[in-house]
């Protein structure tokens, strides 16, 4: 069965870099949700898009932004890096019907380190 | 507001042990309840799920009952594995389109 995917996977950068996280839901999914895990962290909820639309917004930086495209695949843009920025960031997407609608379904993750 | 609680960490037992991990919750209405489970250098999949007071959701020999009286939503399984070796996450969900608030996790080591 298709799953969420993620990439990159790994991504390296300097501080005040900026960065860029995809997310390709799974098809016919329409909700995206994106979280940051940090080292021996619970995850926690940055942003969320349903029919690209920004849906709900948790504790995500103003040097962070996301959009959700036609396509439903969103991406998380990261700009002037910091080292606490360096996290496991996860994206989840999530059907509006059906018997699995109540679930979000995880992707691996793109793990950034912020040098 | 929305929030998770699990048992301090970490566990470790020996294999064919009886687990439980505790899990309670604060939130207004009747939330959904899940266990996430992750196992090393990996994302996080789903365990089990109860969405209404008195479900039991179960999958691969884990249960948690979905109990409204003491919001609780504790994880156990009778029989432990190695191959069950992994962090565990609470979370919860107010509405069926909400984000997930997530426990703090408890990393469970299963010995030979």
């Known amino acids: 069965a298709a799953g969420v995917i993620q990439s990159p996977r790994h991504l390296i950068k300097e501080k005040r870099e900026t960065a860029t996280l995809k997310c390709y839901p799974i098809p016919r999914h329409d909700t995206v949700y994106w979280y940051q895990q940090g080292p021996g962290q619970d995850p926690q909820f940055l942003i969320s898009f349903y029919e690209k639309m920004q849906s709900d917004k948790g504790s995500i930086p103003d040097r962070f932004s996301a959009q959700q495209f036609s396509d439903y695949h969103s991406e998380l843009n990261m700009s002037s890096l910091e080292l606490g920025d360096s996290a496991l960031y996860f994206c989840?997407?999530?059907?509006?019907?059906?018997?699995?609608?109540?679930?979000?379904?995880f992707g691996p993750g793109t793990r950034l380190t912020v040098l | 507001g929305n929030s998770v609680t699990q048992m301090e960490g970490p566990v470790t037992l020996s294999e064919e042990a009886f687990l439980t991990i505790n899990c309670t919750y604060t939130?207004?209405?009747?939330?959904?309840l899940f266990w996430y489970v992750q196992y090393p250098g990996e994302g996080l999949q789903l365990l089990l799920k109860?969405?209404?007071?008195?479900d039991k959701g179960s999958n691969k020999g884990f249960e948690a009952t979905y109990r409204k009286e003491t919001t609780s939503f504790h994880l156990e399984k009778g029989s432990v594995q190695v191959s069950d070796s992994a962090v565990y996450f609470c979370a919860l969900s107010p509405r069926a389109n909400s984000k997930l608030t997530f426990g703090k996790g408890i990393t469970l080591s299963v010995r030979p």
């Open positions: 109860a969405t209404k007071a008195d």
């Open positions: 939130a207004t209405g009747y939330p959904s």
């Open positions: 989840a997407s999530r059907p509006t019907s059906g018997i699995s609608y109540l679930e979000q379904f």
